[in-house]
């Protein structure tokens, strides 16, 4: 059963706590993004991958960081030098890099600062 | 940085009735593409339309494409209830096509 999932699907952080989150995919898809989505408004590039071990910053990097080891795993760790997490995080992934590539995403992460 | 715009912010229309959602945006693209998105849910892609087609159809999805005007528009026919749920377009740039840029959606529902 191929997809890309997400963990936690609800996640709490105090003020001050780093926290990651967790993309998987069994797509064999070469690029991940993660976006972040406040209410009501639309998506925003936080960082996205092309390929094993190497990234590249986003819309708003600032306060996220990212890793990619292996080419099913692409974790986002918000820092607490993201003055304003609480959001609602997508993972995605396609099979290459470039816009005629159709995204597919996880159901997501809704992260909350306490 | 933003690209698309989508318009209406919000659309409410009887079952039955057809939706139409519009999608502009600023550079030229080589591709734009339709994301559905159910409240709290991951998207889902609908259809991707290239820089150099104007109509692309998908069951009852209709899209249109005009870069002259630097906009696009989604039709969705017969509506039923399960199409209740936002509307997002996705545009690159036609220099360094490497990401998308999404608008700031569309809010559909449809009243049985």
């Known amino acids: 059963d191929g997809g890309i999932t997400q963990s936690p699907k609800y996640l709490f952080r105090k003020e001050g706590q780093n926290v990651t989150l967790s993309c998987e995919q069994n797509l064999n898809h070469d690029a991940m993004y993660w976006y972040r989505q406040d209410p009501g408004q639309g998506l925003r590039l936080i960082y996205y991958s092309q390929i094993v071990n190497d990234f590249q910053k986003g819309d708003i990097a600032e306060g996220y960081s990212v890793s990619r080891e292996k080419k099913e795993s692409f974790p986002l760790t918000v820092t607490s030098a993201q003055k304003n997490p609480t959001a609602f995080y997508l993972c995605?992934?396609?099979?290459?890099?470039?816009?005629?590539?159709?995204?597919?995403f996880g159901p997501g992460t809704r992260l909350t600062v306490l | 940085s933003q690209q698309g715009e989508e318009d209406p912010q919000a659309l409410s229309i009887q079952e039955g009735e057809n939706a139409t959602m519009n999608c502009s945006y600023k550079?030229?693209?080589?591709?734009l593409q339709w994301y559905r998105q159910n409240s709290g849910r991951g998207l889902v892609h609908l259809i991707l339309?290239?820089?150099?087609?104007r109509e692309k159809h998908s069951g009852r999805l209709r899209v249109t494409l005009d870069t002259s005007k630097k906009s696009s528009s989604l039709l969705i026919t017969a509506s039923r209830a399960a199409d209740t749920a936002s509307y997002f377009c996705a545009t690159d740039a036609r220099q360094g096509a490497q990401k998308l840029v999404f608008g700031q959606g569309t809010r559909l529902t449809i009243n049985p």
């Open positions: 995605a992934s396609s099979m290459g890099g470039g816009s005629y590539n159709e995204q597919f």
């Open positions: 550079t030229s693209i080589n591709n």
């Open positions: 339309i290239r820089s150099n087609e």
